[in-house]
């Protein structure tokens, strides 16, 4: 199967999913104006857990590349979380919130635990099975992301807004870059990476749900 082909299919089988992260009640809690102080802060605090182990996670990934094609693709990866990493840390200071160990902060387990995965990938994924993964997630995230910071300035005066442009799209340069490790993917590669492009989208949604959840 070429790999776009391949893309494309993931993409149907997990449109019913994509389609609630996308149409999450908290996006449209922020357009309308509703959403809370507080739960815009944790997304904040989860954040700031997220990209720290995110980034480190993405270093051990790119420890482990073997062609020029999966190191291209890792450090795009690498090098927009590290700019995202310091738009946040931007955004914490207009909130008020103190830039310390991530740890530290009020971190909600069912919020991070997209993070943790990528932590697995990182070390046991093979490099096609992690490009099919993120390139599976990255757009519903940004799309998702994008939304939020454009609510969060319409609505709540908030300046800061670096972080949320950090994911937006379009990803055309990091697909065609993801396409290219995926390229000569095995079958068994083939049923696995699906598996983990399900996995990590079922942990997207749960971030949602679970920043949702504080009030």
């Known amino acids: 199967m070429e790999p776009r082909e391949l893309l494309e299919s993931i993409r149907k089988a997990l449109e019913p999913l994509n389609e609630v992260i996308i149409n999450h009640p908290m996006i449209r ?3 309308d104006g509703r959403l809370s102080m ?3 802060k944790a997304f904040v605090m989860n954040q700031w857990y997220i990209v720290n182990y995110d980034l480190r996670s993405l270093a051990i990934a790119l420890g482990r590349t073997r062609s020029t094609a999966e190191l291209e693709f890792m450090k795009m990866l690498l090098d927009g979380d590290y700019n995202a990493l ?3 840390m931007k955004l914490m200071r207009e909130l008020g919130i103190e830039i310390k160990d991530p740890l530290t902060l009020d971190i909600i387990p069912e919020a991070v635990q997209y993070t943790h995965y990528l932590a697995w990938l990182s070390n046991y994924a ?3 099975e992690f490009a099919l993964a993120i ?3 990255m757009p519903v995230w ?3 992301v994008v939304r939020l910071g454009n609510a969060l300035r319409s609505k709540y005066g908030i300046r800061e807004g670096g972080f949320f442009e950090a994911f937006r799209g379009p990803f055309t340069e990091l697909e065609n870059k993801a396409l290219e490790v995926i390229r000569g993917i095995d079958d ?3 049923i696995r990476a699906k598996n983990m492009a399900y996995i990590i989208q079922n942990y997207e949604k749960m971030f949602w749900d679970a920043i949702y959840s504080v009030r």
């Open 188 to 190: 068994q590669s083939i």
């Open 38 to 40: 507080n739960t815009i």
């Open 126 to 128: 093979s490099m096609p």
């Open 29 to 31: 809690d922020a357009e």
């Open 135 to 137: 390139i599976v997630n």
């Open 142 to 144: 940004g799309q998702n």
């Open 86 to 88: 310091h738009e946040l």
